[in-house]
Every structure is written in structure tokens, then in C-alpha cells.
């Protein structure tokens, strides 16, 4: 493979030289990092991380290749662009289709190598997350953050789509603010059909085929207070006293629609190690999580109260009301990638039905 030169700019007017790889193209976003071993095929289909530039802290990417499509999280490659040390050309398993490389150009997603992505997170831990852009040359880049507008319309689907478990008597409404394809996977296999629907889309002002008995918000990119419909509709539910599961942004949408407050983290938490607390059973779990903003849990009103907190920098990962109807984790219990250790989420959810 021809080497082509790149740079990765920050915002601050840091350069980064390194080789591109994947799409020949330019590229801009906010820039995170991901610790995570393994797991480069879901994060990089989670529409979670849709207008963001990841930075991957293991040295190797891509030695297993990627898999078959029904392993990913969503259609396609999110990310706006990805950085890594060193990207593997011969990768070695028995599910793998094609390279990373090559997946990335199908997507017209650019790479950038040869970084040292532990000197650059170790950067953006200490400065925080910023704007950053993948420059092969040509066109001149701007920089682009997507926190500015409501990057999850772009992200949802256009027209609500049942699922059916086959054996399923009750039907939920998933509201699809980018959600991962596991999260509907772990209702399908509780005997749940599911109403998949847009993010602006109200079941209770526009009724669906079915009879819903419960709400399911979603993970999703960007900042959750401008995702104004999708809170509307949960302050509905709320009112109505329909059962409400709230998973990473779904859980601050909860939130903003009880009365809370929201806020951007410095650098967010975006890896598969993250330890919670159950402050109702003082437990303890490792958890899958990607998410920029997070909860106040002092700005829950009352009726609410923190229900998870991390046990790394004590951010509130998840609240509760009083009477057990509303749930929200900001973590992932559906895992993929990463532990499934909190999957009983769902399993409370379904009893509440």
C-alpha cells in the first residue's frame, strides 16, 4: 500500500503527523478516545459516536479484522474519522471478511497512523475534548463540532419499524436517538416486541398499531438538551406513568425531562472497564460506556434519586424515581463491545411491564 502522508489537527493548533489510511479524504469532529482492547468493529458502528474523530489507545487495531455485518451495532461506520499507532493489513480470524483499512473506504471514513495515541489521550485528559481534523490535503477543513446542533436527527431513523420476538405479548416503544442494534437484541430475547421510532416521533399523540407498555430511550450522540422532542415525549410518559428505560443519553434525557440538570464531562468516559457502585444494594459492576455529558445528580428534584454512581471520579451513572418506574443507567448494560454484567437492567425493566 502506497503511504500517504496526514495530520491530525487540534484545535489548539497542535499538529500530528502520521500516514492516512482507510478514505483519501478530509475530515473533521470532535476528538475522543476509546481504552478498549477490543471491540474497534462495535464502537465504530455505534451511532453514539456519530460527528466524533476516535482515538483508539491500543497499539494494534485491526489484527482480527472485521467481521460479518450482523456483528455491528449499526448499518454503518459512524465515526467521523479514526486514529490508532499502527493498523494491521493481514489480519487472522476465522470471521473476518476484509481489512480495516478496506472497511473504512467502503464507509469513505478516513484513518490516520503513526500516532502515539497514549501521548495524545493523555493530552486530551488533561486539556479536555476538543475539536480536532484528519487533513490527507486538498480542500481545506473546517472544524466541526457536533455538540452544536442536534446531530441525533441525522442519526434516527425516518419511519417507526416493529420488531417481533416471536413469542412476545407486550410491545415497547424503542425511541431510536441512535440506538445500538444490542440494545433491541435484549428486548427481542425477553419475549419483547419492539416499536422502533424516531426520535421526534410522540406514540402518545400519534398512536402506534399496537398498544405500548412501556418506553425505551437510547444511546446517541451530542448534547441531550437539544433533543427537545424526544424530551416532550418522555415528560409524557412520565405523566402517564408508562415504564421508561433511559440508556446513556436516554438516561439524561430522563433526567432533563424529571426537572434535572445536564453537563459536559471534560473528556467523557469511553471504554469497557468503567466500575459503578448500585447505591441500592452497594454492588459493584464493570460496565461498557460512551457518553460526553453526564447527570447532576444534585439537580434531581424530588420524587428522583442517583441510583448508580462511578466509582472513578463519582459522576452520577444512573437515577431512579421513588416509585421504581423510571430508570435511567448512563452505562451500557447490553455490552458490545464489552461485559454484560449489568444486563438484569432489562430484566427489571420487563417485570415492570
Known sequence: MDKVKAQLILKDNTVLSGEAFGAPINSAGEVVFNTAMTGYVESLTDPSYAGQILVL????VGNYGVPYSRFFQSKKIQVSGLVVTEHCLTPNHHQSQKTLNDWLKENNVPGISGID????????????TMLGKIDVGGEKQEFYDPNKENIVAKVSIDQPKTFRSGKGRKTVC??????KKAILECL???????????????????????????LVISNGPGDPRVVTDTIITTKQAIKNKVP?????????????????????????????NQPIKDLTTNHCFITSQNHGFSVNAQSLPKGWKERFVNLNDQTCEGIISEDHQFT???????????PEDTAFIFDEFVKKL
Open 57 to 60: 489507545t491500543y497499539p494494534l
Open 244 to 272: 421508561i428505560l433511559g440508556i446513556c443519553l436516554g438516561n439524561q434525557i430522563l433526567s432533563l425531562a424529571a426537572g434535572g440538570e445536564t453537563y459536559k464531562l471534560k473528556f467523557g468516559h469511553r471504554s469497557v
Open 188 to 214: 427481542l430475547a425477553r419475549r419483547i416486541n419492539v416499536a422502533v421510532v424516531p426520535w421526534n416521533f410522540n406514540p402518545f399523540t400519534t398512536p402506534l398499531p399496537e398498544k405500548i407498555s412501556g
Open 117 to 128: 495515541t497514549r501521548a495524545l489521550t493523555q493530552k486530551i485528559r488533561q486539556s479536555g
Open 174 to 179: 424503542l425511541i431510536d436517538c441512535g440506538y
Open 328 to 338: 435511567g443507567v448512563q452505562f451500557h448494560p447490553e455490552g458490545h463491545p464489552g
